[in-house]
């Protein structure tokens, strides 16, 4: 909990850490944005909570620099 007069509730660590650093997944609208920029593995189609089924892809890494 953080904060004085309005309580904040986050979650902190390493552990946190870690779990950002090991995957970072996109749908398809944000993948379609930087897809030029960036290599991504396609994962499916997925049913995510309040959004209905979506395909989503997992970062991979950077495309190297053009000149």
Known sequence: MVGIQKYVYDIFGPGV?????M???LCE???EL????FIFAER???????F???RLYTL???HSKRR
């Open 17 to 21: 850490n870690l779990a950002a650093r």
């Open 23 to 25: 995957e970072i997944t």
């Open 29 to 31: 609208e944000t993948y």
């Open 34 to 37: 930087i897809k030029d920029d």
């Open 44 to 50: 499916g189609e997925f049913e995510v909570k309040g």
């Open 52 to 54: 209905g089924k979506r």
């Open 60 to 62: 991979k890494g950077e």
